[in-house]
């Protein structure tokens, strides 16, 4: 019987190869084959792993938001204490936008899963929306920490407008639309629009 | 030899079939084959209208654009002289969102093609740009009519993120995110967050 700590490891080199597959050839590309031969391992052993297909979709888009949460709980830990609300929020979006290797190839293999869900072969369903839902309440969190003299609705209303808008961005940048420079241009004059300040109390 | 009337007719039975096959199973179950039977025709029938499938590919998305466009200009029609910038920016993005079956299935299409991009199997690459970038440019054009003293470099800003935004609920409306209503609300309070006012003048 495998230590814990190998069957760990074993079944994050299969999702990591199934992540592989995603960014190649979207979500149809995955079969136990295909992850097999990215992972370099049996088919057996997948299986032996991951029962059915569903299983190791699932564990995927786990491994990948994981991978996706821990990066940001690094960033936001890096922000320290005396953090504006302005660059708080400036750094979560930031960190969600495929500016890099790794941050474009995160944002393929969601938008897969998303799209996955729009067509009807949704995988992840219900679970797809827990971090468009994390990000509301983050960023509704700091517009509210940086306008407090403001309606609190307003703060949600306009935490649903920057989901939608960087869902938005980064959709488009996928897809070629725009550079990084602009799309950080962007990220700001959203910014400016919410009446967030760029320092406390300004 | 058919008549030029017949032709069309048939070019288009085609391209219909080819999205419902898209709305059903995505761009990937595009083949000959599904689209023929969808269209209750020979796959022979197909290829004499289509030599291969990119270029039925490319009338289909041809088809859907004009088909939006098309709903888009009586809308825009519909609107009248008199409309007010606002008025005229709401009507063009609630055209866009998915809020009913004819709406929802040209947005799934589009965004099967502007995925496919993405993935890097993508047809129509540089013609998916072609609409966002129109809409940019209709609601800069109606935001600088809105706020004539405002600097025009804002009014590209806002009309980009504008389009982002929109892309952004369209795309989390698919997936089954908000209703119709959270929707309006939304784009609704996006108008104001861009003060655009509700009147001319005011």
């Known amino acids: 019987m495998p230590r814990l700590a190998d069957h760990e490891q074993r079944r994050r080199q299969i999702t990591d190869a199934a992540r592989r597959v995603i960014v190649d050839g979207g979500l149809e590309a995955v079969t136990f084959q295909t992850v097999a031969a990215a992972a370099g391992i049996s088919v057996r052993l997948v299986q032996y792993y991951f029962g059915t297909k569903r299983e190791f979709l699932l564990a995927t888009h786990r491994s990948v938001m994981e991978a996706a949460g821990a990066r940001f709980a690094r960033r936001w830990a890096d ?100 550079t990084a420079q602009s799309a950080l241009a962007l990220v700001d004059h959203l910014l400016d629009r919410l009446a967030v300040p760029k320092n406390f109390g300004g």
Chains 1, 2 share one sequence.
């Open 79 to 178: 922000l320290g204490a005396d953090v504006t609300p302005r660059e708080a929020v400036r750094a979560v979006l930031t960190e969600l936008l495929p500016l890099d290797q790794e941050r474009r190839e995160e944002a393929i293999v969601l938008g897969a899963f998303g799209w996955a869900n729009v067509t009807g072969r949704g995988i992840a369903a219900e679970e797809t929306f827990a971090a468009p839902r994390a990000l509301i309440t983050l960023v509704a969190d700091q517009l509210r920490r940086a306008r407090p003299a403001a309606a609190s609705g307003d703060a949600e209303l306009d935490a649903e407008l920057v989901a939608m808008a960087v869902g938005g961005l980064a959709q488009g940048m996928l897809q070629g639309y725009g």
